[in-house]
């Protein structure tokens, strides 16, 4: 409400804009007491008074007034009574303003607090005091004017005023509490989702009493709940058994040496792998550990992919130890066949390439296997120079071994290169196809893949075999109890590769 005059003094209006007092009067004005009995029976004991119509508690702005409490009023109260309110909080002490007359006063003859329909005559009026700062006023009124206002009296109204100065006080403080911990709880609930968004559970562990308590990861991490009290050994044994002795002798040593707490263990519910870390926050006066805080943090994948790291670099230790064996072998049967170093080159670049094409494919799907279709479209496609319609597969995709892949490539390689020099692809017109199915076996299956080329120039069976056939019926020698049986009819060459490969292995991608 607006209740603005101009006659307030300046020292006065200075008083009001003072920066301490509005920042008390600020954060009293937030607080709610339409409520509050307590300040209502102040509020009552004041109207009591015997020269009391009525009384107010308002606090006092630089040009405005909110009524915190009201008694004595059974028609519509003042709302103007801004100016004594002003006039009161400016004064010193336990001064008290007393207008014995408000028409008669030349200080408030004026104001609109004085009107017909109030006639508010008689007028009363003591700071409300919070931090030692006056931001409300305690006033009585009545419609009648009055000769004297006795000491007792105003002693009675200040002592009201001061109640309600500490009333304000602990209302203040109350709230004050209320939003510091309500802050405190929106931090912690803020800490609590930022540490299970990254999979950490966070602990504190009464090495006293022996209670262990945590947020909700950790006690999911350790398969715990959290119904139930829970102490150091508990969170113990929910380790895997293998990993709870090591990590019990960490921690004991942690304890013992004053060192932070570090170790990695298998949750026995779920089998993640945890790093716990931890360390002393508090210790007691003889240096005794207290309490320990500190978090465990899910290495589920960090470790799993350690692990396939490893597997995958021991793979590539053995395919390398395979293929420099290869390539010591395919080295020295070019050159064994060819004594020219150019022709040497680039039979031998050829078939290393060929080599290394399958390699990069395995590198790809980190040695899982190879796509068959993609293998025989790396190895095969490159040498119809006339049309890659020339090459026409047929048959289901499906993932490869690496020794199967690896020596099918080389096997690819060589029927290719055979083809574009003297076979089907040397000329546009020719054409080969590629078939493959899988055939079921007594212990094991066997994918067939079939090489058939046709319109091509036509074909004699040669006198002595060469380098190339040989390469084609070794090829897979690492893969046991394959075969490699090459054919010459007139129409084309045709190859009939069998491998075995386990039922599961040869996953279907396409």
Same mark, same amino acid.
């Given at each position: 409400?607006?209740?603005?005059?101009?006659?307030?003094?300046?020292?006065?209006?200075?008083?009001?804009?003072?920066?301490?007092?509005?920042?008390?009067?600020?954060?009293?004005?937030?607080?709610?007491?339409?409520?509050?009995?307590?300040?209502?029976?102040?509020?009552?004991?004041?109207?009591?008074?015997?020269?009391?119509?009525?009384?107010?508690?308002?606090?006092?702005?630089?040009?405005?007034?909110?009524?915190?409490?009201?008694?004595?009023?059974?028609?519509?109260?003042?709302?103007?009574?801004?100016?004594?309110?002003?006039?009161?909080?400016?004064?010193?002490?336990?001064?008290?303003?007393?207008?014995?007359?408000?028409?008669?006063?030349?200080?408030?003859?004026?104001?609109?607090?004085?009107?017909?329909?109030?006639?508010?005559?008689?007028?009363?009026?003591?700071?409300?005091?919070?931090?030692?700062?006056?931001?409300?006023?305690?006033?009585?009124?009545?419609?009648?004017?009055?000769?004297?206002?006795?000491?007792?009296?105003?002693?009675?109204?200040?002592?009201?005023?001061?109640? =309600?100065?500490?009333?304000?006080?602990?209302?203040?403080?109350?709230?004050?509490?209320?939003?510091?911990?309500?802050?405190?709880?929106?931090?912690?609930?803020?800490?609590?989702?930022?540490?299970?968004?990254?999979?950490?559970?966070?602990?504190?562990?009464?090495?006293?009493?022996?209670?262990?308590?945590?947020?909700?990861?950790?006690?999911?991490?350790?398969?715990?709940?959290?119904?139930?009290?829970?102490?150091?050994?508990?969170?113990?044994?929910?380790?895997?058994?293998?990993?709870?002795?090591?990590?019990?002798?960490?921690?004991?040593? =942690?304890?013992?040496?004053?060192?932070?707490?570090?170790?990695?263990?298998?949750?026995?519910?779920?089998?993640?792998?945890?790093?716990?870390?931890?360390?002393?926050?508090?210790?007691?006066?003889?240096?005794?550990?207290?309490?320990?805080?500190?978090?465990?943090?899910?290495?589920?994948?960090?470790?799993?992919?350690?692990?396939?790291?490893?597997?995958?670099?021991?793979?590539?230790?053995?395919?390398?130890?395979?293929?420099?064996?290869?390539?010591?072998?395919?080295?020295?049967?070019?050159?064994?066949?060819?004594?020219?170093?150019?022709?040497?080159?680039?039979?031998?670049?050829?078939?290393?390439?060929?080599?290394?094409?399958?390699?990069?494919?395995?590198?790809?799907?980190?040695?899982?296997?190879?796509?068959?279709?993609?293998?025989?479209?790396?190895?095969?496609?490159?040498?119809?120079?006339?049309?890659?319609?020339?090459?026409?597969?047929?048959?289901?995709?499906?993932?490869?071994?690496?020794?199967?892949?690896?020596?099918?490539?080389?096997?690819?390689?060589?029927?290719?290169?055979?083809?574009?020099?003297?076979?089907?692809?040397?000329?546009?017109?020719?054409?080969?196809?590629?078939?493959?199915?899988?055939?079921?076996?007594?212990?094991?299956?066997?994918?067939?893949?079939?090489?058939?080329?046709?319109?091509?120039?036509?074909?004699?069976?040669?006198?002595?075999?060469?380098?190339?056939?040989?390469?084609?019926?070794?090829?897979?020698?690492?893969?046991?109890?394959?075969?490699?049986?090459?054919?010459?009819?007139?129409?084309?060459?045709?190859?009939?590769?069998?491998?075995?490969?386990?039922?599961?292995?040869?996953?279907?991608?396409?």
């Amino acid at each position: 409400m607006n209740m603005k005059s101009n006659h307030i003094s300046e020292n006065t209006s200075e008083f009001l804009s003072a920066p301490a007092r509005l920042d008390v009067l600020s954060a009293i004005s937030q607080l709610e007491f339409q409520s509050d009995s307590e300040l209502a029976d102040l509020i009552s004991l004041a109207a009591s008074l015997s020269v009391a119509d009525f009384a107010q508690i308002i606090l006092v702005g630089e040009n405005q007034a909110q009524i915190l409490a009201q008694a004595g009023i059974s028609s519509e109260p003042p709302s103007n009574l801004w100016a004594f309110g002003a006039s009161a909080v400016a004064l010193s002490g336990d001064d008290c303003l007393v207008v014995f007359d408000a028409r008669a006063d030349e200080r408030f003859s004026e104001i609109d607090a004085v009107s017909a329909a109030q006639d508010v005559r008689f007028v009363a009026a003591v700071p409300v005091c919070v931090e030692d700062e006056p931001v409300a006023a305690l006033i009585i009124a009545s419609a009648k004017p009055v000769d004297a206002f006795a000491l007792p009296l105003q002693s009675q109204l200040r002592q009201v005023a001061r109640l =309600a100065g500490s009333f304000l006080t602990l209302k203040r403080d109350a709230r004050s509490r209320a939003d510091s911990i309500a802050t405190l709880h929106r931090d912690e609930q803020r800490n609590d989702m930022a540490l299970e968004v990254g999979n950490v559970g966070s602990w504190v562990w009464d090495l006293k009493t022996g209670k262990f308590s945590g947020n909700k990861m950790a006690y999911s991490m350790l398969g715990l709940s959290d119904d139930k009290p829970i102490n150091g050994e508990d969170v113990f044994r929910a380790m895997h058994p293998d990993d709870f002795p090591s990590m019990k002798s960490a921690f004991t040593r =942690a304890l013992a040496h004053n060192q932070d707490y570090v170790g990695e263990f298998r949750a026995a519910a779920s089998g993640q792998w945890l790093l716990g870390r931890g360390r002393i926050f508090e210790r007691d006066a003889a240096g005794r550990p207290v309490v320990a805080v500190g978090v465990n943090i899910d290495i589920t994948n960090t470790r799993n992919a350690a692990e396939k790291t490893r597997l995958l670099l021991r793979e590539l230790n053995h395919r390398v130890k395979n293929t420099l064996a290869m390539l010591q072998s395919l080295a020295r049967q070019t050159l064994n066949r060819t004594s020219d170093p150019a022709e040497f080159m680039e039979a031998f670049s050829g078939r290393l390439r060929a080599i290394s094409e399958a390699h990069t494919l395995l590198s790809d799907r980190e040695w899982s296997g190879i796509s068959l279709v993609d293998l025989i479209t790396k190895q095969v496609e490159p040498y119809a120079i006339y049309d890659p319609a020339q090459v026409v597969l047929e048959g289901e995709d499906m993932i490869l071994p690496p020794d199967h892949a690896l020596g099918l490539g080389i096997a690819l390689h060589e029927l290719a290169t055979n083809a574009a020099k003297h076979g089907a692809l040397s000329s546009a017109a020719g054409q080969v196809r590629v078939s493959w199915q899988t055939e079921p076996g007594l212990d094991e299956s066997r994918v067939v893949i079939h090489w058939v080329e046709s319109d091509g120039p036509r074909v004699t069976a040669p006198a002595a075999r060469g380098l190339g056939e040989r390469l084609i019926e070794r090829s897979l020698d690492k893969v046991l109890s394959s075969s490699v049986r090459l054919s010459y009819p007139e129409t084309g060459m045709e190859v009939l590769i069998s491998m075995p490969i386990k039922d599961g292995s040869s996953a279907i991608v396409g």
